[in-house]
């Protein structure tokens, strides 16, 4: 018999067609205000997540509990700003991989390298990326930013 009963938890991928601004500086600024919002409210319901930006693409990985992640994933997958919202992959998880309430990573010479490795493009342009390849790319996005910030030892 286990001695405590723990609630499942799940991660959930998606991806999307940004609605966001052709304007590099107004983009940043939408994208910013999604990350304010996005980030109190995760913060809240437990929810740990990533967002990559991709050339007019948002892939977003939510891990959490799973009526957390259902309920946050129903207002995401409304919200103007992004259509043809798509779940890559929805299962449980027996622990989580990312470690903040919500990060975004957006395209840059700085993790290009990692753009190329993983050549997400073409499967997203098919409507087809792999939630391997997508796992893979957001976990060594997490893993740039947070050896940047000296905190290389939890990824080794
Ligand atoms: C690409 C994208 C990612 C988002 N990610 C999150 C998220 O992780 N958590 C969240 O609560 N809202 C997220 N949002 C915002 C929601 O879609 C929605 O606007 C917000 O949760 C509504 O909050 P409200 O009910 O307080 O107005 C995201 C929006 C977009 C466009």
Redesign the pocket.
Known sequence: MRASKRSSLIHLIYF?R???SAEPPVRARQIAE?AR??????EF?V?T?L?IVDQGY?I?I?EGERLSVQE?FQ?????V??RDVHIVEWREITKREFVT??ATALRAPSNEALFQRANLGPMLQRGTPKASTVYGLAQALQAEVMAKQGIDHLFV
């Open positions: 999307s940004s609605q966001l999604i919002h996005a980030q109190k409210k995760n319901s929810i997540s967002l948002f977003q939510l946050t207002r995401i997958s409304t919200d700003r992004h309430s919500f």
